[in-house]
Every structure is written in C-alpha cells, then in structure tokens.
C-alpha cells in the first residue's frame, strides 16, 4: 500500500505558545483532516475525570511532560480511527525521540508515511508574552486579548461558549514547559530535517502571513508528490 497523492500527514512542531493550535484552526478550515491533539486529549480526560485524566494531572501541572508509554498509546490509537485514514495533522505529538520512533513504526506498519513536519519557531521572550493573553474556547480554537481576539470579548467566534485560561499558562509553569521543550523536543528538529521532513516557519509573524507560508509550502510538497 503507498501513501495517495492527495494525503498530508502532517506534524506540527514547536515551542509552547509558538502558534501550533492556532495555525491548526486555520489548516483544518482548508483540508479535512483529522485533528489530533495530545494536549487536547489529556485535558478532555482531565475534565472526564478518567483514569488517564489523573495520570496526566500532576505532570501536566508541573509543566512536565507526560510519561512516553501513556502519550503513544493515545497517540497511536487516536491515528488508527477511520477520520484519520485520509490524512492527518498532530499537533503537539511527538515531543521526544522515542514518541518520534513510536511513530515512525507506525507508520511503516500502516504503509503509510509524514507528508512533512511543520515547525512554527518563536524566540523564547516573545512565548512569554503569547501564552500569558491566550484564551481558549471549551471546543479548544485559540485565541489571544492582544495579537487575535474574538470579535467579541471573552465569547469564541465559532460557537459562542465563554473563553478559558489555561491552569498550566501561569508564567512559572510556562518557563518549566519551555525548559522541557529545549531539552526533550527540540532534538526533533534535527532528527526530522535528516528524513527531509522539517520544514520552517517564522512564527513571530501574523498569524495569517504564517498560515500563508504554510499554504503555500503544502502546495508546493503536493505538487511535487503528483509528478
Ligand atoms: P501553541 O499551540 O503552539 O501552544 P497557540 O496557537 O495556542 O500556541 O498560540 C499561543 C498564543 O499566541 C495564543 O493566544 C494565540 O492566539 C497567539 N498567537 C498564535 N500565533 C500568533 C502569531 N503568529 N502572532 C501573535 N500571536 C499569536
Ligand atoms: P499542549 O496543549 O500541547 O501545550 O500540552 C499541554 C501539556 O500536556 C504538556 O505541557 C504536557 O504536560 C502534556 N502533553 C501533551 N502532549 C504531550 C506529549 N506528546 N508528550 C508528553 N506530554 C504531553
């Protein structure tokens, strides 16, 4: 079985706060594809109360990372459901070597390849100053008070529900995130940009002008995998 033309599988990579979920929003308005969120994921179970959801708890609210072994079983079952069977963007999965090998086992399993992995990269001060005016609605569409506010105060604009802070946005637990992140994810840079995978984007850019780049650079990858 080889990958068809029109499939993204898409990674999303980069610092907390860099842009990830909001350029999600975007790309999920202009290609169906599944959507899947570890972040998301946990604080869905967190709010359920489920057994996953305490396992996460602690981690999460220190500004760790959630053990390996718990993250890839989510991950990869979540990428076997049949939304997924067509294309695929992962916002915020992998972010440490093994979760990246999990995967690419995966993959290989299902015949399946990455179309190309997104990296959204933001200078440590500005992540700061992101995270601290993000909102979020309960459906998880980003927001920010100051760079992307609704169009109508503290409402989201797709459903109407009140917008939220996140617990794990306080500025001593985003400066523990953005230490983890340099220390277990970034070594994916290099290890996706030796399979030809990375690809770049500033994102200390609007929000559109990023989205713009990255529209661009699908089509390009989509293009070339039709020759
Ligand atoms: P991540 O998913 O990478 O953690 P978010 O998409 O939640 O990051 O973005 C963090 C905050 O920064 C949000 O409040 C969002 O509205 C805002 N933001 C996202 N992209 C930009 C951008 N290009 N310029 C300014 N602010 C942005
Ligand atoms: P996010 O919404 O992507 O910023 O993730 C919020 C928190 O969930 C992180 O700070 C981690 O504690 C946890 N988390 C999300 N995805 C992963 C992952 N792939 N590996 C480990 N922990 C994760």
Same mark, same amino acid.
């Given at each position: 079985?080889?990958?068809?033309?029109?499939?993204?599988? &898409?990674?999303?990579?980069?610092? @907390?706060?860099?842009?990830?979920?909001? =350029?999600?929003?975007?790309?999920?308005?202009? !290609?169906?594809?599944?959507?899947? /969120?570890?972040?998301?994921?946990?604080?869905?179970?967190?709010?359920? *109360?489920?057994? &996953?959801?305490?396992? /996460? =708890?602690?981690?999460?609210?220190?500004?760790?990372?959630?053990?390996?072994?718990?993250?890839? *079983?989510?991950?990869?079952?979540?990428?076997?459901?049949?939304?997924?069977?067509? $294309? !695929?963007?992962?916002?915020? !999965?992998?972010?440490?070597?093994?979760?990246?090998?999990?995967?690419?086992?995966?993959?290989?399993?299902?015949?399946?390849?990455?179309? /190309?992995?997104? &990296?959204?990269?933001?200078?440590?001060?500005?992540?700061?100053?992101?995270?601290? *005016?993000?909102?979020?609605?309960?459906? $998880?569409?980003?927001? %920010?008070?100051?760079?992307?506010?609704?169009?109508?105060?503290?409402?989201?604009? #797709?459903?109407?529900?009140?917008?939220? =802070?996140?617990?794990?946005?306080?500025?001593?637990? #985003?400066?523990?995130?953005?230490?983890?992140?340099?220390? /277990?994810?970034? @070594?994916?840079?290099?290890?996706?940009?030796?399979? $030809? &995978?990375?690809? %770049? !984007?500033? *994102?200390?850019?609007?929000?559109?002008? #990023?989205?713009?780049?990255?529209?661009?650079?699908?089509?390009?990858?989509?293009?070339?995998?039709?020759?």
């Amino acid at each position: 079985m080889s990958t068809i033309a029109s499939e993204l599988n &898409l990674i999303l990579l980069g610092p @907390p706060g860099a842009g990830k979920g909001t =350029q999600a929003d975007r790309l999920r308005e202009d !290609f169906p594809l599944a959507y899947i /969120a570890t972040g998301d994921m946990l604080r869905e179970a967190r709010a359920q *109360g489920t057994d &996953l959801g305490a396992q /996460a =708890q602690e981690h999460m609210d220190r500004g760790d990372l959630v053990p390996d072994e718990v993250v890839i *079983g989510i991950a990869l079952e979540r990428l076997s459901a049949d939304d997924a069977r067509d $294309g !695929f963007l992962l916002d915020g !999965f992998p972010r440490t070597v093994p979760q990246a090998d999990a995967l690419s086992e995966e993959m290989a399993n299902l015949g399946r390849r990455i179309t /190309a992995v997104l &990296l959204v990269d933001v200078p440590d001060e500005e992540i700061v100053r992101r995270i601290s *005016g993000r909102r979020v609605s309960k459906a $998880g569409r980003t927001y %920010h008070v100051e760079y992307d506010p609704p169009k109508h105060p503290g409402r989201c604009d #797709v459903d109407g529900t009140p917008l939220e =802070q996140r617990e794990d946005d306080k500025p001593e637990v #985003v400066l523990a995130r953005l230490k983890k992140y340099h220390q /277990a994810t970034s @070594p994916l840079i290099d290890y996706y940009e030796k399979q $030809g &995978l990375l690809r %770049h !984007f500033d *994102g200390s850019l609007p929000p559109v002008e #990023v989205h713009d780049k990255i529209r661009a650079t699908l089509a390009t990858l989509r293009l070339e995998d039709e020759l």
